[in-house]
């Protein structure tokens, strides 16, 4: 335990005036430096002095780490915190892992625009959580409401493409033409200008999945202009992730825009172990030129809305069109019966791949489910003896849409060989949900990279590690912490090596990290909360002046 002779009130209740000298602890810094022994001097939020048997100063609290580690604060930068923001409580699973910095508005899924179709609003639900109550007619308008906000921690936004577009043409699955492609162009150049980090596209989910290549390139273009990301899920991460991360490449190669691969993986029995081949691709593609990074969660489950399981045309206009489908009995036939084969377009098939023995279901809102939270939805099917996909499309149908899975699909090599590459960085891909059954990784894919990938499995150092949850990021997204360094703000964590680990598992997914002593924001402790309670404001919007290059 830490021990203070002047009290612990010193991490008091997020404020930033507390002056304080850590004594003793192993410092990892966050440039991938060797951990080394050093006190650390901390005043008026930020970080004035690290060295050897530095004196205390008068009113300064002296505190013992011995056997501790000083960490920076991680940044997750593949997260769905665009609506928890606004609900209380809501981000403490990210500050329970030692992340305070959220980066919004991935998988082309947000909350702004807000007009421009509610079935597309609803559609995102699963993902997002509540929306908030109020509307925002443009995304600077979304961050403007940010800006004012008592947030509980840093959030940096990338534009979500499926809002943008709806905006300009509303939620249809269709092809834009050249003057609405005009306006989304517009829209995105006055984001970009107000401090968006970036582009974000989910050309898995409709409507993205409608995007075609005249319209990439427009958006692409106005990114390079920028000098900001484009992050992309993928169109397959299964049967077509080589043609799917070659359509990316081949955009950043055409308009000179930076891009960046959401959740890196290989989907699918049949494609296990191609995942050699993808990285031999990406740093082909560096090395012409291209500028490419990757992120990653360290699971080989993985989450999303169950309407993605149906086939596209299904949710072409959101939920409204989902909920038509399903209640029309010869569109429902005809809706099951695709989704029981392997699909000859781009997108996948992930229900066809796992199957209903690899699918778990939650995010149940009627009480008379509550009992099927985190169930497998074959079992769920026997149980009610009814045929696996029918048994989905009565609850989708009862639960007005809104419900996610937990899918067992991704290769174990594959994870560890997209960890082990140096340009990944690490996002938990959590759907924030303050109740019922979640995937682990919302609560411990930062302590499970550190503690099993890099410490156990030494894919890594752990010094690396670091570095790519804190330091790393900040060149590529323009935000978060710059490290354990004179003159950086006092953002940093205290773990105990020995306890250290993510405790968050299958069965027990709401379990917070073990040997995660303290979590600091700008010299104020924000985690646990302080005896006081922790106050609102410790956190804020952070606007992108401009995103990093090659790393």
């Not at 990301?229 to 190669?253: F, M, P, T, Y």
């Not at 909920?323 to 005809?334: H, K, M, Q």
Request: one cysteine or more; charged letters at 20%.
């Amino acid at each position: 335990m830490i021990t203070a002779d002047a009290g612990r009130q010193s991490f008091g209740r997020g404020s930033a005036s507390g002056r304080m000298l850590l004594r003793g602890a192993e410092i990892l810094d966050g440039t991938g430096a060797a951990g080394y022994s050093a006190d650390m001097r901390i005043r008026d939020g930020g970080i004035v002095e690290i060295g050897t048997r530095l004196a205390r100063s008068e009113g300064e609290a002296s505190i013992d780490l011995e056997g501790h580690q000083l960490l920076p604060t991680f940044i997750d930068v593949h997260s769905h915190d665009d609506a928890a923001l606004f609900r209380p409580h809501a981000v403490d699973p990210k500050l329970s892992q030692g992340v305070t910095t959220t980066v919004v508005g991935n998988c082309g899924h947000g909350v702004a625009p807000s007009v421009g179709g509610a079935g597309l609003q609803e559609y995102s639900v699963p993902v997002l959580g509540p929306l908030p109550p109020q509307s925002f007619s443009r995304f600077t308008d979304y961050l403007d409401a940010l800006d004012v906000m008592p947030l509980d921690i840093d959030a940096l936004a990338l534009v979500p493409h499926a809002p943008l577009r709806a905006h300009v043409i509303g939620p249809e699955a269709r092809a834009a033409d050249s003057r609405e492609i005009q306006q989304m162009a517009g829209a995105l150049d006055e984001a970009l200008r107000a401090g968006a980090a970036g582009l974000s596209l989910g050309l898995m989910y409709v409507p993205g999945s409608a995007a075609d290549d005249a319209e990439l390139t427009a958006l692409a273009q106005i990114l390079a202009r920028h000098g900001k990301l484009l992050v992309a899920h993928i169109r397959n991460e299964g049967g077509g992730l080589q043609a799917s991360v070659d359509e990316l490449l081949a955009l950043g190669r055409r308009t000179g825009c930076p891009v960046h691969i959401s959740h890196l993986k290989v989907t699918g029995r049949a494609n296990f172990g191609t995942m050699p081949v993808i990285i031999e691709r990406l740093d082909l593609a560096r090395a012409q030129g291209t500028d490419v990074t990757a992120d990653v969660y360290p699971y080989t489950a993985g989450s999303t809305t169950a309407s993605t399981l149906l086939p596209s045309w299904v949710t072409e206009r959101g939920t409204d069109s989902l909920l038509e489908v399903l209640s029309t009995s010869d569109l429902r036939r005809r809706a099951l019966e695709e989704m029981r084969h392997p699909w000859s377009g781009p997108l996948e098939n992930q229900y066809c791949s796992a199957g209903p023995g690899s699918i778990l279901l939650a995010g149940f809102g009627r009480p008379e489910h509550a009992q099927l939270e985190g169930l497998v939805l074959a079992d769920i099917a026997a149980a009610q003896s009814q045929e696996p996909a029918e048994c989905l499309a009565d609850l989708l149908l009862a639960e007005g849409g809104v419900l996610t899975i937990v899918i067992h699909q991704s290769c174990p090599e594959g994870l560890r060989e997209a960890l082990s590459w140096p340009f990944t960085f690490i996002g938990s891909d959590g759907l924030p949900r303050e109740e019922g059954y979640v995937h682990p990784r919302l609560f411990g894919a930062f302590p499970k990279t550190l503690s099993e990938f890099a410490r156990a499995e030494k894919l890594m150092a752990p010094e690396e590690a670091v570095r790519r949850m804190s330091t790393a990021p900040v060149a590529r997204f323009g935000a978060g912490s710059s490290g354990l360094v004179v003159g950086a703000p006092a953002d940093l964590q205290i773990i105990d090596p020995t306890a250290y680990r993510d405790s968050a598992d299958y069965r027990s997914p709401r379990q917070e990290t073990a040997g995660l002593d303290a979590v600091v924001m700008r010299g104020g402790r924000v985690w646990p909360a302080p005896e006081m309670g922790r106050s609102a404001g410790a956190g804020r919007l952070i606007r992108a002046a401009q995103s990093g290059r090659t790393l």
